[in-house]
């Protein structure tokens, strides 16, 4: 049976829950610069021991420090699916298919669930941890000061000032986000023939089935881009059911014939010019329909 691994902020749903539960607690660019440091030490930095997608980890302790729980959580996920998400999920259920999010899971228990939809995700039950008023004190006090911040500051504040507090330094150490190498090991396990992302945090999934099978960006941003070898620039997610289907019927040849069609680009045919083409649009779409959270990495 073919295996299929999917990302599932993006290509399924069009939320960023963690970008939306910090735009209700804190100042809108602050979990934009939190991602934007994410990409830095995940991608240029590479930090040892460090996953793109673990903005989920940084911000975690700033959410029980505003004594966030996993019934708040729950009672916050509003799913918005993306267009044809519930028919084509369902075209799928004939192959083995896994959701690998960076997503906590209290968000994928309520958006999976409405689907029956198997899942892995980032595990963090904030009222577990208790804080005291101190520490408390510095790490809401210091949302204004990371606004401002450059990554040098963010170096200090996350690896050594945070560290002296013996709970945010227990939850930076226990929160382990899928994201990034983790979902490869998902793929890998799963043993899959196609995985379908569109951020940095689905990069080593994508390359793993790249060099197998089929490794699909649902308008994905540059990161996602580089790695994948099929790019899907659409508004429904009609056209990734479309791209599975073709493979398991005719292979890599039938989909690399499906990409004469506009919307499909098989990526390691085009040229430099037009692989560049190709990003513009799909980070384009990928901002239509996903708003400020398609501006992320």
Request: hydrophobic share 40%; glycine share 6%.
């Amino acid at each position: 049976m073919l295996s299929i691994v999917t990302d599932w902020e993006g290509p399924w749903v069009l939320n960023d829950f963690a970008y939306e539960i910090c735009r209700e607690l804190f100042p809108p660019l602050f979990f934009e610069k939190l991602s934007s440091y994410d990409d830095y030490l995940a991608y240029e930095v590479k930090k040892p021991d460090y996953n793109p997608g673990d903005t989920l980890r940084l911000i975690a302790p700033f959410l029980v420090a505003k004594g966030v729980n996993s019934a708040w959580l729950k009672m916050k996920s509003k799913p918005v699916y993306v267009k044809d998400a519930f028919a084509s999920l369902k075209a799928l259920r004939r192959f083995s298919l896994t959701v690998a999010s960076t997503s906590y899971e209290q968000f994928l228990e309520v958006s999976c669930g409405k689907l029956g939809v198997r899942f892995t995700g980032t595990k963090f039950i904030p009222e577990r941890y208790r804080m005291d008023t101190e520490e408390r004190k510095f790490i809401l006090d210091s949302v204004e000061k990371v606004l401002k911040a450059d990554f040098d500051w963010l170096d200090r504040f996350f690896w050594e000032e945070l560290q002296s507090f013996k709970t945010s330094k227990k939850i930076m150490e226990e929160v382990k986000v899928m994201g990034g190498r983790r979902k490869m090991e998902v793929a890998a396990a799963e043993n899959a023939d196609i995985s379908i992302g569109d951020s940095i945090s689905d990069i080593y999934m994508l390359e793993l089935t790249a060099r197998k099978g089929l490794a699909i960006s649902f308008n994905g941003n540059r990161y996602a881009l580089e790695k994948a070898n099929l790019a899907v620039v659409s508004d429904t997610a009609l056209a990734t059911a479309a791209s599975v289907y073709v493979y398991a019927l005719e292979g890599v040849e039938g989909v690399k014939e499906m990409c004469g069609s506009d919307g499909f680009y098989w990526l390691p045919e085009l040229s430099e010019e037009e692989f560049e083409d190709v990003i513009r649009k799909s980070e384009n779409q990928r901002k239509k329909v996903r708003g400020d959270a398609g501006k992320l990495g």
